[in-house]
């Protein structure tokens, strides 16, 4: 059974750029949640899926999006990069009805240059 | 807004010794999560805590919450050089599943 697993695994962009990341859940779960972890500090919530659905937003600007798709799979993306988006991009998935555990990919981590 | 802080935010100690990291916040939570995470990796978890008095043990790491208190503590018992890491502790919000928040986390440094 794969657990949770992200694409690509690093990622080197210019600033002004647009990048997509992208994150399969482990088997069984239906919700996505994506984290930003800049060195040195604890995730932050950027948001979260499910049905296909942004849930709840954490504090980022709209230059944040992203995707779910019928196969739980999900997308993050961030557009006009800033050197401040330089950060290790983790997601999590779980189950919303019933579970309490999140289980964290490996992440992906983006420089922007 | 909910606030989660953790201290010490560094810990070095010697191999054999015990030691406590502390995890408060500012309000009402239904679950606190502790997580180690290893240079340049993810996170890996190590504790759910869901009600007020739980008790959780894993090898040398034990876990426990205090609701009234807003407070966890993860305790270190003989420390060993394979523990050293970084350790968060995570809360969510009351009724809400979807908003994770983690303290800074207390990067532990075991010496022989």
């Known amino acids: 059974d794969a657990g949770v697993t992200q694409s690509p695994t690093h990622l080197i962009k210019t600033r002004g750029q647009q990048v997509t990341l992208r994150c399969s859940p482990k088997s069984g779960h239906d919700t996505v949640s994506w984290y930003q972890q800049a060195l040195g500090q604890g995730p932050q919530f950027i948001f979260q899926y499910y049905e296909e659905e942004e849930r709840q937003r954490g504090n980022f600007p709209d230059r944040f999006s992203g995707h779910q798709f019928p196969n739980y799979s999900s997308e993050l993306n961030v557009n006009a990069l800033l050197l401040g988006d330089s950060a290790l991009y983790l997601c999590?998935?779980?189950?919303?009805?019933?579970?309490?555990?999140?289980?964290f990919g490996p992440g992906t981590r983006l420089t922007v240059t | 807004e909910l606030k989660v802080e953790q201290n010490p935010l560094f810990l070095s100690m010697q191999e054999g010794k015990n030691y406590t990291i502390y995890c408060n916040y500012s309000t009402t939570s239904d679950r606190l999560y502790w997580y180690r995470q290893d240079p340049g990796k993810s996170l890996e978890s190590l504790f759910v805590?869901?009600?007020?008095?739980a008790v959780k043990q894993e090898g040398r790491l034990m876990a426990s919450l205090d609701t009234k208190a807003r407070l966890s503590t993860l305790h270190i018992t003989a420390a060993v050089h394979d523990l050293s890491a970084t350790y968060f502790c995570a809360v969510v919000l009351q009724y809400n599943n979807n908003d994770m928040r983690f303290g800074a986390g207390t990067r532990l440094t075991v010496k022989p």
């Open positions: 805590l869901l009600s007020n008095g």
């Open positions: 999590a998935s779980s189950l919303l009805k019933g579970g309490y555990e999140q289980y």
